[in-house]
Nanobody, 117 residues
Framework: QVQLAESGGGLVQAGGSLRLSCAAS????????MAWYRQAPGEQRELVAS???????YYADSVKGRFTISRDNAKNTAYLQMNSLKPDDTAIYYC???????????WGQGTQVTVSS
C-alpha cells in the first residue's frame, strides 16, 4: 500500500520560509517522479515543482528562484524548500508520486500553507 505523508505546512509571514516533507512508503522515491502541487480556494490544482529519477527539475514560473525541490533517497522522502513566501503562495500543498514504468500516480493528503501579509 502506497502512502505519502506530508508535513511542514503552517502559518508564516510574507518573506518567511517553510520546508515541506513528503515521506513515502510502498514506493521508492529514487525511481519515481516526485512532485508538489498546490490548490488555492476556488482555484484549480497546479503543478509547483517536480523532480525526476534522474534529478531533472521543473518549477512553475511563479516559484522559480524561491522554491527548491529535492529528495533524500536514504530517507525515501521528498522535500519542497519554500523561501521568500508571498501571500499568493497560500494553498493546500499536495505531494505526488509517479513511479517509473507505472501507470499509477499517488497523492498525499495535503498540508496547508498560509502566508500572511
Amino acid at each position: 500500500q502506497v502512502q505519502l505523508a506530508e508535513s511542514g505546512g503552517g502559518l508564516v509571514q510574507a518573506g518567511g520560509s517553510l520546508r515541506l516533507s513528503c515521506a513515502a512508503s510502498g514506493i521508492i522515491v529514487s525511481i519515481a517522479t516526485m512532485a508538489w502541487y498546490r490548490q488555492a480556494p476556488g482555484e484549480q490544482r497546479e503543478l509547483v515543482a517536480s523532480i525526476t529519477s534522474r534529478g531533472i527539475t521543473y518549477y512553475a514560473d511563479s516559484v522559480k528562484g524561491r522554491f527548491t525541490i529535492s529528495r533524500d533517497n536514504a530517507k525515501n522522502t521528498a522535500y519542497l524548500q519554500m523561501n521568500s513566501l508571498k501571500p499568493d503562495d497560500t494553498a493546500i500543498y499536495y505531494c505526488n508520486a509517479h513511479p517509473n514504468l507505472s501507470r499509477n500516480t499517488y497523492w498525499g493528503q495535503g498540508t496547508q500553507v498560509t502566508v500572511s501579509s
